[in-house]
């Protein structure tokens, strides 16, 4: 196996090249006086490594820790280390367009003001947006506290504002849930806690918002100019993110990589829960970029950690990071297809020794072995054909049986200590899991599978596999607890798409219990020109837009009740404002009747217990 060497300390270097100034404190409050963001909290981690850590990680930490304003390139500069994600400025001529905003409003304005500190009042004149996830674009108006109204262009690649907002709609409510064991949230900043998640520290706990584009980037090769700063696009859909781009400052010789290329092996798929991204296109446009902007630029910079200097230092990493990706897809399907499980193949892959010695493609926040398996999944999905695990017991049916063909639940815990002591910690766990699961009071081993956990995450060089067993540790002892981050609010509501909006309903309908329901509600939107029909049937909330006319042959069947309104009527009417001033028709107790079936998700529903 190849390593990195230690005496390398060129990412140091880079990540201390062009500092200007740090925020102090750099802890970072919203308009009540709740803290939001704290960096100075991890100032433990210049120390030197503690036995509680993965000496890589902890490299990764120091270096992900730093925070202030830096200087990338004469025009250039960016705030790192104020939330998960960099925000960057490019000074134009009249003002600075800001790249990727971060998570909060809160964090964003305290970046432009460290900004603008030490590089003068200058006004916002453009806003970019790398791509689809939150911590891009959440921030927005922090930098432009009157959004779109100011003037000021927007930029996005297409596809931006479904991507942006739909998996908050569909599965938002489990990944956020999730979201709390793969970033750490309620863990400790300390030696034995949370120390990152590789990617970045910690995300931010303030508001988030979203300023819709003005303009989309539909094609590479695009070129805009924004306050005299010329920008060359490069789209690249379905890498890190369904909707990315790449983009060249040629005048100013610096290349944005979004978050396409980091100093990490990134995520396939999140173990927050995602939809598998696609390993082979993500290398495959890394490579188109390396030849489309190639002998253009002297420093390439992304939306997470530290820029890389020297053209043929940046196309290092960009070959790295490539072959990174390509080689984890294309070995996965290679084993795949002579019959090996995704665990099997996860156990089997080696990396090739140039890229698995190189710091910016360990697995600090994606890991080869989770990644192999979304690529197995991917192609294969859950079911690896052995009709053993077609029809398996849910996981408390299961646990029982475990723990009886162990001999019962002292011999079962008796062995899982044995195995812990031996170092086989991963199935210690598998059989400290089925106690719990067999027994959600059974408090010795609890504490057991705990400390299993513990170790776990100490020696786990994965800053997110780390959080995970750490929280699951902690959830263990003390429950389920802590408050869970809801970035639901009125401009994300109004973001979604009418579609989006009745999905939404859709999805927390209580099957069973409406069975027997059988309703159809017509809701015009007058702002939109269009009629939508809501039909309830066994159990099965669908929607479609009507024709303006009906089409041959009978008649429609008319709906029960029919609703005249615009959107933001629409969306005040499903956050429950009542009838009162809405234009309706029919039996409006249909609606009632529609929204009882309407269930709330459960927003601490347990994880490592039943």
């Known amino acids: 196996m190849s390593t990195p060497r230690f005496e390398d300390t060129k990412d140091f270097e880079n990540a201390d090249r062009g500092f200007v100034a740090a925020l102090v404190p750099a802890r970072i409050e919203n308009a009540e006086g709740r803290v939001v963001y704290d960096n100075d909290n991890y100032a433990f981690v210049d120390g030197p490594c503690p036995d509680t850590a993965h000496p890589n990680l902890w490299r990764q930490a120091r270096l992900v820790a730093r925070q202030g304003l830096y200087n990338v390139t004469p025009g250039i500069y960016q705030v790192r280390g104020l939330d998960l994600s960099n925000m960057t400025l490019v000074e134009g001529e009249r003002g600075v367009v800001v790249i990727d905003p971060l998570i909060s409003t809160e964090c964003a304005a305290a970046a432009l003001a460290l900004y603008r500190e030490h590089r003068g009042d200058r006004p916002v004149t453009g806003l970019i947006y790398t791509h689809s996830h939150a911590d891009h674009f959440g921030g927005s108006r922090g930098v432009l506290p009157g959004g779109t109204e100011e003037g000021v262009p927007v930029l996005a690649p297409a596809g931006f504002m479904e991507h942006a907002i739909s998996e908050n709609v569909y599965a938002g409510n489990a990944m956020t849930r999730r979201a709390v064991y793969m970033y750490g949230d309620r863990l400790p900043r300390a030696a034995d806690g949370q120390i990152g998640s590789g990617l970045g520290m910690a995300m931010s706990t303030g508001t988030v918002s979203l300023i819709p584009p003005t303009v989309d980037i539909t094609e590479t090769g695009q070129e805009e100019v924004v306050d005299g700063v010329r920008i060359v696009f490069q789209l690249t859909p379905g890498t890190e993110a369904p909707a990315e781009m790449n983009f060249l400052f040629p005048d100013l010789r610096a290349l944005c990589l979004a978050e396409n290329v980091t100093h990490t092996m990134h995520n396939i798929q999140t173990l927050r829960g995602a939809m598998v991204r696609d390993a082979r296109n993500w290398s495959r446009y890394i490579d188109e970029a390396i030849e489309y902007f190639h002998g253009r630029y002297d420093v390439g910079f992304a939306s997470h950690h530290w820029p890389t200097w020297g053209h043929d230092e940046v196309v290092r990493l960009l070959s790295e990071q490539r072959d990174l990706y390509g080689y984890l897809h294309d070995q996965t399907l290679r084993m795949l297809n002579e019959g090996l499980v995704a665990a099997e193949i996860a156990e089997a892959i080696q990396l090739p020794p140039a890229i698995e010695s190189a710091w910016s493609t360990r697995g600090y926040y994606g890991s080869l072995s989770h990644n192999v398996k979304a690529v197995y999944h991917r192609y294969l999905g859950w079911f690896e054909g052995n009709p053993a695990t077609l029809w398996e017991h849910p996981p408390t049916e299961q646990a029982r049986r475990h723990v009886d063909l162990a001999g019962g639940r002292d011999s079962a815990l008796a062995k899982a200590r044995a195995y812990a002591e031996e170092g086989d910690l991963r199935f210690a766990a598998t059989v400290l899991n089925y106690l719990v699961f067999a027994d959600a009071g059974d408090t010795e081993a609890k504490e057991t599978l705990a400390a299993v956990y513990d170790r776990l995450g100490h020696g786990s060089e994965n800053g997110t596999w780390r959080n995970f067993y750490l929280t699951a540790a902690l959830e263990l002892r003390s429950g389920v607890g802590g408050e869970v981050a809801d970035v639901t609010n009125p401009e994300m509501v109004m973001a979604l798409s009418t579609e989006q909006l009745f999905d939404s309903i859709a999805i927390r309908i209580d099957g069973p219990r409406a069975w027997d329901e059988d309703l159809v509600i017509d809701v015009e939107l007058t702002d939109e020109g269009r009629r939508h029909r809501l039909t309830l049937h066994n159990?099965?909330?669908?929607?479609?837009?009507?024709?303006?006319?009906?089409?041959?042959?009978?008649?429609?069947?008319?709906?029960?009740?029919?609703?005249?309104?615009?959107?933001?009527?629409?969306?005040?009417?499903?956050?429950?404002?009542?009838?009162?001033?809405v234009e309706h028709t029919g039996d409006p107790g249909l609606l009632g009747r529609l929204f009882a079936l309407v269930t709330s998700p459960d927003k601490q529903f347990p994880i490592v217990t039943p």
Do not use: C, I, M, Y
């Open 539 to 581: 159990g099965t909330l669908t929607h479609r837009v009507l024709r303006q006319e009906a089409p041959s042959g009978p008649s429609r069947p008319p709906a029960g009740l029919t609703l005249a309104l615009t959107k933001p009527e629409l969306v005040g009417l499903l956050a429950g404002h009542g009838l009162d001033k």
